[in-house]
């Protein structure tokens, strides 16, 4: 099993590198951080070319990991092992869940998540409406620490669907016909566009970063 390297810590694989931690950023303290897995999770192909880490429990990834097969759940942790290193941090827009989002994004910010790209920040809904000002103004704070930010929209329908009626999408997928009422008729057929759209925009970006990644 995958466990974590001391926080900050580098492989010792590798010869030692020197984290520099950007003059004036806050670190966050050691319990809000995620630890930097020192071990491969993804132990069978094909490997997940970007990974979910969540920002606290609850914040939809495994829905999310089913639902892109490009995906992983990256167990709360930094899959700084792993062939591809590509990470999305996943988070409600409920105030606790953007404060996890934040820590973790200066955490990657600082240098103190091993080998990983991050790719930037992904908001789930916690509630169908409009976000209270507080929170909107707590969301842009927190999306502006992200290298790039994705918002899903509220997708009640998801609600009434079992972990195995979820649909699956693929970057090879097509997408429905024009006009296509599948979705509608039964959102077991397809994923929903805005989910095919956010997942095929993240699994580009986590293509680009892969060709800069060492082996």
């Not at 951080?33 to 094909?46: H, K, R, S």
């Not at 591809?84 to 404060?99: D, E, K, M, P």
């Not at 979820?166 to 509608?184: E, F, H, I």
């Amino acid at each position: 099993m995958a466990s974590p390297l001391a926080r900050g810590a580098q492989s010792t694989d590798t010869a030692p590198s020197r984290v520099v931690i950007p003059a004036g950023l806050r670190i966050p303290p050691a319990e809000s951080m995620a630890p930097v897995w020192d071990e491969e999770i993804a132990t069978a192909a094909p490997r997940p070319a970007f990974w979910l880490l969540g920002a606290h429990g609850g914040a939809c990834v495994s829905t999310l990991a089913r639902t892109w097969a490009p995906s992983g759940d990256c167990r709360r942790g930094w899959p700084s092992a792993d062939r591809y290193r590509s990470v999305v941090i996943v988070a409600r827009t409920h105030r606790a869940g953007l404060h996890s989002a934040h820590e973790l994004l200066l955490q990657a910010t600082a240098g103190l998540s091993g080998d990983c790209t991050l790719l930037g920040l992904l908001t789930v809904p916690d509630a169908d409406g409009k976000l209270p000002a507080t929170l909107r103004r707590q969301l842009e704070v927190v999306e502006a620490a992200a290298p790039h930010a994705w918002r899903l929209p509220y997708l009640g329908h998801y609600r009434s669907l079992t972990y195995d009626q979820m649909p699956v999408w693929s970057p090879n997928d097509p997408p429905p016909p024009p006009g296509s009422k599948l979705r509608r008729a039964d959102p077991t057929a397809y994923p929903d566009p805005a989910l095919a759209d956010v997942g095929a925009d993240i699994f580009a970006a986590a293509r680009l970063a892969a060709t800069r990644q060492a082996p």
